[in-house]
């Protein structure tokens, strides 16, 4: 009888002690821990939003499109960033036509073509170190390349120099997630194709590239977005931070020859005034800002995610 | 009736000419293309040392060790800037570093599919935001209601402020990073934990982060390369235009390498070629593009060592 005792408390014991407590105090406490550093690092973009919101409203509500519409001035009440939503259009138009063909065709080249060489191990390696190098340096790169040694061309402090600097800036990143994008798509893809007697290229073409498109557009539109809130290269080739006068019937070369600004340098020049109704502008032209940079970055992980594949 | 074989000629193989040309073509342009990021960094390198040592020339090099960074005065402390922008990083770093990696610990071990697919895209939008709007934040928000509330006397601008804010836009690099780390360490280093009876947060802290420490690592450097290049925020919350002096008080508002840099590019000091003021940019440019060049490569390190381990 006493055995049958004993075992059944031994049982007990060891039972108890593989269960553990029930409830894991610290683990869970941990847990709610590493939740709360994640909501605290998206709190900030909420308080971000919601301020930003609230001190631009009345600048909405009394100004309307006006706001939008109207030139830079030295008037709080009547300055305005259509200006600059023209001129960050303008630059990111140098980002589409430069940036996205060199970028993915340095990619392909990498991913496709090339061979574990040294010479290619080095390419890689100091587009990986240009990803990394401020935004700032760009700026100096930009005024002393395009701004000073090709003035002739590009006209100094210009649309044009603003623009191919902020073309080299996002290269090394549109060739990072390009290759990125072609890597993903399956070798036996390739060689389907090439067993049928494709050429390379055509591999490339028709093969390749139509699967990873998705890669890299979403790739191409994030680095327009990153463009497009660009401010310090910008700072350094001459953006205007004061009164600009723009319009006028020049032709289309004239203008990017001439000086410009940009919608993240208004913003710059807005918050370095003093009095609430700049700050209130300020707010609205980052509210501006945000909506056309948050608008792009929605369609990239829409993209992304409805077309993403799976191998 | 015998047969006749034909041998193909080795030039039927090789296909037509034409084709041949148009791949030679197209492989030489893509190629060209690859080849134009090593112009880009050549001409960085050649652009940054070229003007600057021609600035250096024409100082008095003790200039660079006169107290104070007042670039109209011909005073170019660079120890002043130095000292700007690691009380920049630090700060950022405390801010930055444990929200990051924790974040990063949540959503590698903690949170199911359906949690991270939600959250990953909204960390994503968060490292979208531009760092002019974090300046405005930083000098409309963080200052005046954060540091301005919790210490008397403080400024309109100040390096706490600007630091916090850098802080937050690197929160995203260094949780995407430490994340592609702690995901990459083997599911079967965790299972062989939990078969020997330890639980979550043991495995998440004795196997996982151990396992994703060199990951971890190079985020943390990416993290401070970041935030030593950042420019926009230091150039609206952290104050200084005209000069500085050195300080290692985190409420003084003074100047960084990159705000440095912004504020001599916007300055009237541009106009007036001759002076040796506007120059001085392409030294500070020098200093700063050595700076997050070593630190990124030190980071690249760590990241092939953890790719090498798994």
Redesign the interface.
Known sequence: MSTIAATESTRRTVELALRGRRIDVRGRAFQALLLLTLFISLGFLLVLLWTTWTTAQPVFTDRGWDFVRSDVSSLASRAGVWQGIVGSLILTGFVVFVALPLGVAAAIYLEEYARDTALNRLLIANIRNLAGVPSVVYGILGLVVFAQALRGISGGLSYISGGLTLAVLVIPIVILVTMESLRAVPASIREAAYGVGATRWEVVRSHVLPYAAPGVFTGAILSLARAFGETAPLLLVGAVTGYISTGGDRGLIDTLQGRFTALPTLIFSFSRQIGDDWRANAAAAILVLLVVILAVNAVAIVLRNRYERKW | MAATTVTPSADLLS?SAR?RR??RL??A??????????I??V??VI??TG?AISWLFDIDLSWLWAGVWSPRSNQFDILTLFLGTMLISVIAMVVAA??????A???SE?ANPRVR?T?K??????A??????????A???IQPDLVQLIFNDVGAFSYLAAGIAVG?LT??LI?SVAEDAMYAVPHALREAAYGIGA???TV??RIVIPAAVSGIVAALI?GI??A?????VV??AAGATGSAQRTFNPLDGGQTM?GA??SL??GSDRARGSDLAFPS??FV?LL??VL??A???AS?RFVRRFRKDY
Do not use: H
Request: aromatic residues 10%; glycine residues 8%; charged residues 15%.
């Open positions: 296909g084709r148009k791949e197209v492989k342009l893509f190629q060209g293309a690859a080849m134009f990021s090593l880009v960094s001409a960085i652009a940054l003007q444990p929200l990051g990696i924790g974040a610990l949540y959503l903690y697919r959250l895209p909204i960390l994503e939008v968060l979208g935001i531009p760092s002019v709007v974090l300046g405005y934040f000098l409309t928000v937050i929160i995203p949780a639980r979550r947060r998440a802290i990416l390369s970041r030593i290049g950042e420019t926009m150039a609206i990159t840099i912004a590019a916007i940019l392409y440019g700063l593009f997050t060049f630190l990124n490569v690249e």
